[in-house]
């Protein structure tokens, strides 16, 4: 029995170490999401559709082909009276067509209008990858949110831990203290409610976790209860300038190069309106064949007519007046181009604003957590101290229980500016559009 227990114990310890050694490094999750986000998987397939949309077998260019075919039964009967008075009756004279065609048309000039929505498709499928990327930009964005958050709690839980351990072994050692007269009811009993309380904060980060835990696998688009270990190690890049993030800012930023792109949209929808003035020149063509056989009414009736042959036009049309509707759509498309520049004028200040305000928030956030991270050494040493002079009898639970209070509310607070620091510097790699060109997650 004793053999069964130690190698049941032996599995598993080899099983914890295993799963332990399972931890969802940042490039995995990062490449998970690429391919199994929901949110990702719907903008390739729009992405997919608006290449469709950009291919010349949508642009106009080329001709269309029809082909008909037809067959007609008739049977009547015919009576043919002459001028003489001979009446000439045939009864159930039938009769029989058949026509086959093949006609092409191409439209060869159209005030251009073919040529610059051609354009316009290819712009709009530059634009679709824009919106592409800002959805993945996005999506990256709530990953790591969520992959630092399971960070976060699961330091925090190893926090709580260590502090209900602490709170256990006071309890053991009040309950000595007091069989042999050394502490009073009055120890034990505060050292129960502290560790009823730590084990009621150990339990609710738990579920705070589990919680994080289920959000992240829904951004890696598998099942929710896949266990997961996330990396709680932040590196934080020491070579961030304002100077570079703004220049990057400008020419990189998703919201302004779609803003540019609306713009050029926009002058394209002038041409195209101005096409309107234009003559419209088409060709057309066919080749049919047609047959018809049927019988004679007269004797000057033929039985049978085949024609064979190959018919071509040239169309011209112009629209000389149209009531002003060209003259209107075209004033309104360069009204909406100036829209599109003062739009993209707006959010060229607010992107300079947003990324000194989160420059300054980043600071801001690097500093307090040098600030917290010095804290946590200071309450570390004071509850070290606190520890000993409780052992020795020289200060009160309570004030051992504040100072054990203190350094977990210290590490608590650390662990939160660790990964919000880390956070603020993702949004100014979002802000700079180099977010999905980083390696330093």
């Not at 052992?391 to 990964?419: C, P, T, V």
């Given at each position: 029995?004793?053999?069964?227990?130690?190698?049941?114990?032996?599995?598993?310890?080899?099983?914890?170490?295993?799963?332990a050694?399972?931890?969802?490094?940042k490039?995995?999750?990062?490449?998970?999401?690429?391919?199994n986000?929901?949110?990702?998987k719907?903008?390739?397939?729009?992405?997919?559709?608006?290449?469709?949309n950009?291919?010349?077998?949508?642009?106009?260019?080329l001709p269309?082909?029809?082909?008909?075919a037809?067959?007609?039964?008739t049977?009547?009967d015919?009576?043919?009276e002459?001028?003489d008075?001979?009446?000439?009756?045939?009864?159930?004279?039938?009769s029989?067509?058949?026509?086959?065609s093949?006609?092409?048309?191409?439209?060869i000039f159209?005030?251009f209008?073919?040529?610059?929505?051609?354009?316009?498709?290819?712009?709009s499928?530059?634009?679709?990858?824009?919106?592409?990327r800002?959805?993945m930009?996005?999506?990256?964005i709530?990953?790591f949110?969520a992959?630092?958050?399971?960070?976060?709690?699961t330091e925090?839980?190893?926090t709580?831990k260590?502090?209900?351990t602490?709170?256990?072994?006071?309890?053991e050692r009040?309950?000595y203290?007091?069989?042999?007269?050394q502490?009073?009811?009055l120890?034990?009993?505060?050292?129960e409610?502290d560790?009823?309380n730590?084990?009621?904060?150990?339990?609710?980060?738990?579920?705070?976790?589990n919680?994080?835990?289920?959000?992240?696998?829904?951004?890696?688009?598998r099942?929710?209860?896949?266990?997961?270990?996330?990396?709680?190690?932040?590196?934080y890049?020491a070579n961030?300038n304002?100077?570079?993030?703004?220049?990057?800012a400008?020419?990189?930023n998703?919201?302004?190069?779609q803003s540019?792109k609306n713009?050029?949209l926009?002058?394209?929808d002038?041409k195209?309106?101005?096409s309107?003035?234009?003559?419209?020149v088409?060709?057309?063509?066919?080749?049919?064949?047609?047959?018809?056989?049927?019988d004679a009414t007269?004797a000057?009736?033929?039985?049978s007519?085949?024609?064979?042959?190959?018919?071509?036009?040239?169309?011209?049309?112009?629209?000389?007046?149209?009531?002003?509707?060209?003259?209107?759509?075209?004033?309104?498309a360069?009204?909406?181009v100036?829209?599109?520049?003062?739009r993209?004028?707006q959010l060229?200040?607010?992107l300079?604003?947003?990324v000194n305000?989160?420059?300054?928030?980043?600071?801001?956030?690097l500093?307090?957590?040098?600030?917290?991270?010095?804290?946590?050494?200071?309450?570390?040493?004071?509850?070290?101290?606190?520890?000993?002079?409780?052992?020795?009898?020289?200060?009160?639970?309570?004030?051992?229980?504040q100072a054990q209070?203190?350094?977990?509310?210290?590490e608590?607070s650390?662990n939160?500016?660790?990964?919000?620091?880390?956070n603020?510097?993702?949004q100014?790699?979002?802000l700079a559009?180099?977010?999905?060109?980083?390696?330093?997650?």
């Amino acid at each position: 029995m004793r053999k069964q227990i130690i190698s049941t114990l032996g599995v598993l310890l080899v099983s914890t170490s295993f799963y332990a050694q399972e931890v969802l490094s940042k490039e995995k999750a990062f490449e998970l999401t690429m391919a199994n986000n929901y949110d990702i998987k719907v903008t390739k397939n729009n992405l997919a559709t608006a290449e469709n949309n950009k291919s010349i077998y949508n642009s106009g260019y080329l001709p269309t082909v029809t082909g008909n075919a037809g067959a007609r039964y008739t049977n009547n009967d015919t009576d043919l009276e002459f001028q003489d008075g001979t009446v000439n009756s045939v009864a159930g004279a039938e009769s029989e067509n058949y026509n086959a065609s093949i006609g092409l048309d191409y439209v060869i000039f159209n005030g251009f209008s073919r040529q610059n929505t051609f354009k316009r498709l290819k712009e709009s499928y530059n634009l679709s990858e824009l919106q592409a990327r800002q959805v993945m930009e996005n999506t990256i964005i709530t990953l790591f949110i969520a992959y630092y958050e399971v960070g976060r709690l699961t330091e925090n839980e190893n926090t709580q831990k260590a502090a209900l351990t602490i709170s256990k072994k006071r309890l053991e050692r009040a309950k000595y203290g007091f069989d042999y007269g050394q502490r009073t009811k009055l120890d034990v009993l505060n050292a129960e409610v502290d560790v009823n309380n730590d084990s009621i904060s150990y339990i609710d980060i738990q579920r705070q976790l589990n919680n994080a835990k289920r959000d992240l696998n829904v951004v890696l688009g598998r099942d929710v209860n896949t266990p997961v270990t996330v990396d709680t190690k932040v590196l934080y890049d020491a070579n961030m300038n304002l100077t570079d993030i703004l220049t990057e800012a400008k020419t990189k930023n998703a919201n302004l190069l779609q803003s540019k792109k609306n713009i050029e949209l926009s002058k394209l929808d002038v041409k195209i309106n101005k096409s309107g003035w234009m003559p419209n020149v088409s060709l057309t063509s066919s080749y049919a064949w047609n047959r018809n056989t049927g019988d004679a009414t007269n004797a000057f009736s033929p039985i049978s007519n085949t024609q064979t042959g190959l018919s071509a036009g040239v169309n011209l049309s112009w629209n000389l007046f149209d009531g002003g509707r060209t003259r209107t759509n075209v004033k309104n498309a360069k009204i909406a181009v100036e829209n599109q520049e003062i739009r993209k004028s707006q959010l060229q200040d607010q992107l300079e604003r947003d990324v000194n305000n989160a420059w300054e928030t980043y600071q801001n956030r690097l500093f307090a957590l040098k600030a917290q991270e010095q804290n946590v050494l200071t309450n570390k040493l004071n509850f070290e101290r606190s520890n000993e002079r409780y052992k020795l009898g020289q200060i009160s639970s309570i004030d051992f229980r504040q100072a054990q209070i203190n350094l977990i509310n210290a590490e608590l607070s650390r662990n939160n500016a660790k990964f919000v620091a880390k956070n603020a510097e993702l949004q100014l790699l979002q802000l700079a559009g180099v977010i999905l060109e980083h390696n330093n997650f």
